[in-house]
């Protein structure tokens, strides 16, 4: 079987379209038969372990579909060219999806898949953003002002996948005859918001070490991803690094502020605290150590991921001043 049609790639960090475009290549790949799926996670399995599954015939199922997950953890030359060895051969009804957050994925195997099968979805742009929100509260029948938009995309993960599903529980708290402010959007995220990489943020900003490891205890329970934490917290100290950097240079303009992202109460909120233990030197490194501890995470998959968390954690909290 030729890989243009049993092979593809989908990159990028826009997990909602993303999410969209396999259901649906999922669902023609059926074809209304029943198909056996299978998701690999990167760096858990071994590459060897998933090409043997995927040559090996099923027992259950004429058609069967793999899906590789967090593909940028394979890098080692012998992995590349074991998975690139099945690409070029591909065995018959069995269908591979390969999926990364990042932009690209080791040479070795993108080369070696058609580039009709490739696609890299990107983030939206932040109009299109803003679009995005309007037009879910709109269709349902709901008025939301400017500053409500701008207070889901600060306190929400910059993809539509957690975009719609923050937006679906806020439906049942608002009032279709009162547009939606700022404050309220606000009140409702925090009442109904799971735990994340930023409620985690919010915590180091307070300075509570205390309920930073319980909330970091809590996401590595619930699976989230190391990378993905890191990854979130990262995006959390570059803007810190601008706020920070604002407000040393004694700007007060409020657009200015809204231009980095940080315009709704909470985000003012958690920003003044962080700035009020980070200075901008400081806060560059937290950035430094943030990624210093993903590439280590990255390097060793193999070394437990709550104590490096934690010995992260008390890193990022010790570079905090007292505040005066």
Known sequence: MSNVQSVWLFLGPEIGEKQSVIKDLRKRLANNSEIEETVFYAGETHVSDMVSVMRNGSLFSELRLFIIKYAEEIKKKDDIDLLSAYIAAPMENTFLIIVSDETSIARGIEKNISPSNKRIFWELFEDRKIEW?????????????????????????????????????????????????????EKWLSHTREESAFTLFSRIAAGDFSRSLESIRMLLAAN???????????????????????????????????????????????YAAAGSRYDSARAEKCLALTTEYDFILRSSLSFPGHILMDSYLHKIHSLARVPS
């Open 133 to 185: 929100v309007e037009n879910f509260f709109r269709k349902d029948g709901f008025r939301i002002s400017r500053n409500g938009v701008d207070t889901i995309l600060e306190l929400v993960e910059n993809n539509t996948a957690a975009l719609k599903q923050e937006c679906s529980r806020l439906l049942f708290f608002f009032d279709r005859e009162k547009e939606i402010s700022g404050e309220e959007a």
């Open 224 to 270: 989230e991803a190391p990378v993905a934490i890191f990854a979130a917290l990262a995006s959390c100290f570059r803007k810190l690094i601008c706020y920070t950097a604002l407000k040393e240079a004694g700007v007060r303009d409020e657009s200015e502020y809204r231009n980095i992202g940080v315009s709704s109460p909470g985000a003012k909120r958690d």
